[in-house]
């Protein structure tokens, strides 16, 4: 199981975002990062929890292993408030409930 | 430009069947298995399961095995699922998604179709 925190993190424009997702056993590095827009499809941020997919920002990163998680928005932008995803593959997906970044 | 493509839009009845695609494009379709996701409203991801085009090998998350069918046609390029006999409560938002490489086993996703809202209502 997936846990993400918190479900609503309201951060002001500029100000840094740390997200957290918990794993109940240990998934390695086999943590992947989505951000998803309303009425849009998950966009892939990150994956082998570091790693910055193509074409992602440099403000985006990820850290963590084993069971604890973080991605850092490092200033937050505008089109950075969205719904946050963490999925692990070291067993068949299974994602967390997700994290609301809003504007505050 | 990789891209996956889903069919429209679907309101159907309480036992009716259903099929919709997912056709790819940009990349080699047989090379690259495709995974289908489920989206219930205002809710979270759920991986359905996952196929390889090439020869149609097929996973079920063990959440969906016998309720959906996974299925390829390569010479089209399109991926489908499909109900049989559909419920109220398969009303969800369901995307495709490609994965990074052709290897078996659990990875990410991307990119992701647009998704394809399925409404169940009597």
């Known amino acids: 199981v997936m846990t993400q925190s918190p479900g609503t993190l309201s951060v002001s424009p500029g100000e840094r975002a740390t997200l957290s997702c918990r794993a109940s056993q240990s998934v390695s590095s086999s943590l992947a990062w989505y951000q998803q827009k309303p009425g849009q499809a998950p966009r892939l941020l990150i994956y082998?929890?570091?790693t910055r997919a193509t074409g992602v920002p440099a403000r985006f990163s990820g850290s963590g292993s084993g069971t604890e998680f973080t991605l850092t928005i490092s200033s937050l932008q505008s089109e950075d408030f969205a719904v946050y995803y963490c999925q692990q593959y070291n067993n068949w997906p299974t994602f967390g409930q997700g994290t609301k970044v809003e504007i505050k | 430009e990789v891209q996956l493509v889903q069919s429209r839009a679907e309101v159907k009845k309480p036992g009716e069947s259903l099929k919709i695609s997912c056709e790819g494009s940009g990349y080699n379709f047989t090379n690259y298995w495709i995974a289908w996701v489920r989206q219930m409203p205002g809710k979270g991801l759920d991986w359905m399961g996952i196929?390889?085009?090439?020869?149609?090998?097929?996973t079920y998350s063990p959440s969906f095995e016998g309720q959906v069918t996974i299925s390829v046609d390569k010479s089209t390029r399109t991926a489908y699922l499909q109900w049989s006999s559909l419920k109220a409560s398969d009303t969800a938002i369901y995307y495709c998604?490609?994965?990074?490489?052709?290897?078996?086993?659990?990875?990410?996703?991307?990119?992701w179709g647009q998704g394809t809202l399925v409404t169940v209502s009597s």
């Open positions: 082998g929890a570091s």
């Open positions: 196929i390889y085009p090439g020869d149609s090998d097929t």
């Open positions: 998604a490609k994965t990074p490489n052709s290897n078996y086993g659990p990875t990410w996703f991307d990119p």
